[in-house]
Nanobody, 130 residues
């Protein structure tokens, strides 16, 4: 059983930055894909960025690549998301997510987004507006 708690959301102007943090309690997540998904108003949840559990490969959605940076501390069971150059289309609820083991993180985040496997936190609101 894993419990995920996100923090760090808020309101920021376009071009600004925010840093999200996620603390996981429960079992060790060393070999689990872990990352972030988001849900924009009126849209389905989508994967944003993640680490594969087995080799720490990173994935970024095309829409955030070059602007967002994911980092992870395996010993502390934490994962962070540094978001720079934020745009209004980045607005939404951001969820920390842990996927099923043995999956690549992109596939794992897709399953979490569709609520077909894995775990997610309560979410934190990110609003980008002038």
């Amino acid at each position: 059983q894993v419990h995920l708690v996100e923090s760090g959301g808020g309101l920021v102007q376009p071009g600004g930055s925010l840093s999200l943090s996620c603390a996981a309690t429960g079992d060790s997540l060393e070999n689990y894909p872990m990352g972030w998904i988001r849900q924009a108003p009126g849209k389905e949840r989508e994967g944003v960025s993640c680490f594969s559990g087995s080799d720490d490969k990173k994935y970024y959605a095309d829409s955030v690549r070059g602007r967002f940076t994911i980092s992870r501390d395996v010993a502390k069971n934490t994962v962070n998301l540094q978001m720079n150059d934020l745009r209004p289309e980045d607005t939404g609820v951001y969820y920390c997510a842990v996927g099923l083991p043995l999956l690549g993180c992109r596939a794992a985040m897709t399953m979490v987004s569709q609520q077909k496997g894995g775990s997610w936190g309560q979410g934190t609101q990110v609003t980008v507006a002038s």
